[in-house]
T-cell receptor
Framework: GQQVMQIPQYQHVQEGEDFTTYCNSS?????IQWYKQRPGGHPVFLIQ?????EVKKQKRLTFQFGEAKKNSSLHITATQTTDVGTYFC????????????FGEGTQLTVNP | DTEVTQTPKHLVMGMTNKKSLKCEQH?????MYWYKQKAKKPPELMFV???????INESVPSRFSPECPNSSLLNLHLHALQPEDSALYLC????????????????FGPGTRLTVL
Protein backbone atom coordinates (compact mmCIF):
# COMPACT_ATOMS: atom_id res chain seq x y z
CA GLY A 1 0.00 0.00 0.00
CA GLN A 2 0.94 3.65 -0.24
CA GLN A 3 3.47 4.82 2.31
CA VAL A 4 4.45 8.36 3.22
CA MET A 5 7.74 8.73 5.04
CA GLN A 6 8.76 11.89 6.84
CA ILE A 7 12.12 12.89 8.27
CA PRO A 8 13.45 13.83 10.68
CA GLN A 9 11.22 12.52 13.45
CA TYR A 10 12.46 15.20 15.86
CA GLN A 11 14.28 18.49 15.39
CA HIS A 12 15.54 20.81 18.10
CA VAL A 13 16.69 24.27 17.00
CA GLN A 14 17.72 27.52 18.57
CA GLU A 15 15.38 30.39 17.91
CA GLY A 16 16.47 32.09 14.70
CA GLU A 17 17.82 28.93 13.07
CA ASP A 18 16.23 27.45 9.97
CA PHE A 19 14.30 24.17 9.92
CA THR A 20 13.37 21.75 7.16
CA THR A 21 11.23 18.62 7.15
CA TYR A 22 11.07 16.21 4.23
CA CYS A 23 8.28 13.98 3.01
CA ASN A 24 8.57 11.08 0.55
CA SER A 25 5.75 9.01 -0.89
CA SER A 26 6.05 5.51 -2.31
CA UNK A 27 3.61 6.49 -5.06
CA UNK A 28 2.94 9.57 -7.18
CA UNK A 29 0.57 11.96 -5.45
CA UNK A 30 -2.18 14.06 -7.00
CA UNK A 31 -1.50 16.61 -4.28
CA ILE A 32 0.27 16.93 -0.97
CA GLN A 33 -0.96 18.71 2.12
CA TRP A 34 0.82 20.01 5.20
CA TYR A 35 -0.64 20.28 8.67
CA LYS A 36 0.67 21.71 11.93
CA GLN A 37 -0.31 20.40 15.34
CA ARG A 38 0.65 22.46 18.38
CA PRO A 39 1.29 20.59 21.65
CA GLY A 40 -2.10 19.69 23.13
CA GLY A 41 -3.83 20.91 20.00
CA HIS A 42 -5.31 19.52 16.83
CA PRO A 43 -3.96 19.36 13.27
CA VAL A 44 -4.42 22.62 11.37
CA PHE A 45 -4.34 22.67 7.60
CA LEU A 46 -1.48 24.82 6.31
CA ILE A 47 -1.34 24.36 2.55
CA GLN A 48 -1.95 22.10 -0.42
CA UNK A 49 0.44 21.71 -3.36
CA UNK A 50 -0.89 20.30 -6.61
CA UNK A 51 1.50 21.01 -9.47
CA UNK A 52 4.80 19.32 -10.22
CA UNK A 53 7.66 21.51 -8.97
CA GLU A 54 5.29 23.89 -7.21
CA VAL A 55 6.69 26.27 -4.59
CA LYS A 56 4.48 28.23 -2.24
CA LYS A 57 5.38 30.64 0.53
CA GLN A 58 3.55 31.67 3.65
CA LYS A 59 5.61 34.34 5.41
CA ARG A 60 8.64 32.42 6.77
CA LEU A 61 7.36 29.03 5.55
CA THR A 62 8.31 27.69 2.10
CA PHE A 63 6.65 24.57 0.73
CA GLN A 64 7.90 22.62 -2.27
CA PHE A 65 6.42 19.76 -4.29
CA GLY A 66 8.91 17.64 -6.21
CA GLU A 67 9.01 17.35 -9.98
CA ALA A 68 7.97 13.70 -9.80
CA LYS A 69 5.18 14.55 -7.32
CA LYS A 70 6.52 11.99 -4.87
CA ASN A 71 8.32 14.23 -2.42
CA SER A 72 7.81 17.51 -0.66
CA SER A 73 9.51 19.73 1.85
CA LEU A 74 8.61 22.42 4.35
CA HIS A 75 11.30 24.97 5.21
CA ILE A 76 10.97 27.51 7.99
CA THR A 77 13.34 30.47 7.94
CA ALA A 78 14.46 32.00 11.24
CA THR A 79 12.33 29.87 13.55
CA GLN A 80 10.36 31.44 16.35
CA THR A 81 8.95 29.87 19.52
CA THR A 82 5.50 30.05 17.92
CA ASP A 83 6.69 27.50 15.33
CA VAL A 84 6.82 24.76 17.97
CA GLY A 85 4.67 21.76 17.11
CA THR A 86 4.47 18.67 14.96
CA TYR A 87 4.36 19.09 11.20
CA PHE A 88 2.61 16.38 9.20
CA CYS A 89 2.54 15.89 5.46
CA UNK A 90 -0.35 13.96 3.95
CA UNK A 91 -1.22 12.67 0.52
CA UNK A 92 -4.48 11.26 -0.85
CA UNK A 93 -4.57 7.56 -1.62
CA UNK A 94 -4.88 6.62 -5.28
CA UNK A 95 -7.91 4.43 -4.63
CA UNK A 96 -9.79 7.00 -2.59
CA UNK A 97 -9.15 10.73 -2.61
CA UNK A 98 -10.94 11.15 0.68
CA UNK A 99 -8.47 8.85 2.41
CA UNK A 100 -5.26 10.67 3.34
CA UNK A 101 -2.02 8.90 4.19
CA PHE A 102 -0.20 10.90 6.83
CA GLY A 103 3.53 10.94 7.39
CA GLU A 104 4.71 10.17 10.93
CA GLY A 105 5.35 13.86 11.52
CA THR A 106 8.34 15.95 12.52
CA GLN A 107 8.25 17.32 16.05
CA LEU A 108 9.92 20.72 16.19
CA THR A 109 11.10 22.29 19.42
CA VAL A 110 12.57 25.80 19.48
CA ASN A 111 14.84 26.93 22.29
CA PRO A 112 14.51 30.67 23.02
CA ASP B 1 -17.99 30.02 10.01
CA THR B 2 -14.77 28.10 9.37
CA GLU B 3 -14.81 26.03 12.51
CA VAL B 4 -15.39 22.40 13.39
CA THR B 5 -16.65 21.98 16.93
CA GLN B 6 -16.53 18.87 19.06
CA THR B 7 -18.06 17.95 22.39
CA PRO B 8 -17.15 16.98 24.98
CA LYS B 9 -13.53 18.16 25.25
CA HIS B 10 -12.69 15.44 27.75
CA LEU B 11 -14.43 12.17 28.56
CA VAL B 12 -13.66 9.52 31.14
CA MET B 13 -15.67 6.34 30.89
CA GLY B 14 -15.69 2.84 32.25
CA MET B 15 -15.61 -0.21 30.06
CA THR B 16 -19.33 -0.85 30.51
CA ASN B 17 -20.48 2.70 29.76
CA LYS B 18 -22.20 4.00 26.66
CA LYS B 19 -21.28 7.50 25.56
CA SER B 20 -21.37 9.61 22.39
CA LEU B 21 -18.99 12.09 20.84
CA LYS B 22 -20.45 14.92 18.80
CA CYS B 23 -19.09 16.98 15.93
CA GLU B 24 -20.57 19.90 14.03
CA GLN B 25 -19.50 22.03 11.07
CA HIS B 26 -21.27 24.83 9.24
CA UNK B 27 -18.92 25.23 6.30
CA UNK B 28 -21.20 23.36 3.92
CA UNK B 29 -18.64 20.56 3.70
CA UNK B 30 -20.02 17.29 2.35
CA UNK B 31 -17.35 14.93 3.70
CA MET B 32 -16.84 14.29 7.40
CA TYR B 33 -14.31 12.09 9.14
CA TRP B 34 -13.52 10.45 12.44
CA TYR B 35 -9.88 9.95 13.35
CA LYS B 36 -8.18 8.41 16.36
CA GLN B 37 -4.83 9.84 17.44
CA LYS B 38 -2.43 8.35 19.94
CA ALA B 39 0.33 10.45 21.49
CA LYS B 40 3.18 11.34 19.12
CA LYS B 41 1.45 9.58 16.22
CA PRO B 42 -0.38 10.85 13.14
CA PRO B 43 -4.18 10.76 13.00
CA GLU B 44 -5.51 7.32 12.11
CA LEU B 45 -8.62 7.28 9.94
CA MET B 46 -11.65 5.46 11.32
CA PHE B 47 -14.69 6.48 9.24
CA VAL B 48 -15.59 8.73 6.33
CA UNK B 49 -19.05 10.03 5.53
CA UNK B 50 -19.64 11.48 2.10
CA UNK B 51 -22.95 13.20 1.44
CA UNK B 52 -24.24 11.77 4.72
CA UNK B 53 -23.51 8.19 3.70
CA UNK B 54 -20.82 6.04 5.24
CA UNK B 55 -18.23 5.60 2.51
CA ILE B 56 -15.23 4.29 4.42
CA ASN B 57 -14.98 2.10 7.53
CA GLU B 58 -11.36 1.26 8.23
CA SER B 59 -12.24 -2.09 9.84
CA VAL B 60 -13.05 -0.34 13.08
CA PRO B 61 -14.37 -2.59 15.92
CA SER B 62 -18.14 -2.51 16.31
CA ARG B 63 -17.84 -0.94 19.76
CA PHE B 64 -17.44 2.29 17.75
CA SER B 65 -20.60 3.22 15.86
CA PRO B 66 -20.72 6.34 13.68
CA GLU B 67 -23.83 8.26 12.77
CA CYS B 68 -24.43 11.21 10.46
CA PRO B 69 -27.86 12.70 11.27
CA ASN B 70 -27.47 15.49 8.68
CA SER B 71 -24.84 17.22 6.59
CA SER B 72 -23.60 19.32 9.53
CA LEU B 73 -23.50 16.75 12.29
CA LEU B 74 -21.45 13.67 12.98
CA ASN B 75 -21.67 11.44 16.04
CA LEU B 76 -19.54 8.60 17.31
CA HIS B 77 -21.30 6.23 19.69
CA LEU B 78 -19.09 4.34 22.09
CA HIS B 79 -19.95 1.14 23.92
CA ALA B 80 -17.93 -1.40 25.86
CA LEU B 81 -14.61 0.26 25.09
CA GLN B 82 -11.24 -1.06 26.16
CA PRO B 83 -8.46 0.87 27.94
CA GLU B 84 -6.40 0.75 24.72
CA ASP B 85 -9.12 2.86 23.08
CA SER B 86 -7.99 5.82 25.18
CA ALA B 87 -6.86 8.48 22.70
CA LEU B 88 -7.68 11.83 21.15
CA TYR B 89 -10.68 11.47 18.84
CA LEU B 90 -10.69 14.02 16.07
CA CYS B 91 -13.49 14.98 13.76
CA UNK B 92 -12.67 16.62 10.45
CA UNK B 93 -14.52 17.87 7.42
CA UNK B 94 -13.64 18.64 3.82
CA UNK B 95 -15.52 20.19 0.95
CA UNK B 96 -15.74 16.96 -1.00
CA UNK B 97 -16.67 16.91 -4.65
CA UNK B 98 -17.10 20.40 -6.09
CA UNK B 99 -16.49 21.78 -9.56
CA UNK B 100 -15.46 18.37 -10.85
CA UNK B 101 -12.63 18.14 -8.37
CA UNK B 102 -12.44 16.34 -5.03
CA UNK B 103 -11.39 18.84 -2.36
CA UNK B 104 -9.86 16.80 0.42
CA UNK B 105 -8.12 19.47 2.50
CA UNK B 106 -9.29 18.62 5.97
CA UNK B 107 -10.37 20.94 8.74
CA PHE B 108 -10.08 19.36 12.16
CA GLY B 109 -12.03 20.00 15.31
CA PRO B 110 -10.26 20.38 18.67
CA GLY B 111 -10.88 16.74 19.52
CA THR B 112 -12.25 14.78 22.46
CA ARG B 113 -9.64 13.37 24.79
CA LEU B 114 -11.03 10.01 25.84
CA THR B 115 -9.86 7.97 28.79
CA VAL B 116 -11.24 4.46 29.28
CA LEU B 117 -10.78 3.05 32.76
Amino acid sequence: GQQVMQIPQYQHVQEGEDFTTYCNSSTTLSNIQWYKQRPGGHPVFLIQLVKSGEVKKQKRLTFQFGEAKKNSSLHITATQTTDVGTYFCAGPQETSGSRLTFGEGTQLTVNP
Amino acid sequence: DTEVTQTPKHLVMGMTNKKSLKCEQHMGHRAMYWYKQKAKKPPELMFVYSYEKLSINESVPSRFSPECPNSSLLNLHLHALQPEDSALYLCASSQGLAGGYYHNEQFFGPGTRLTVL
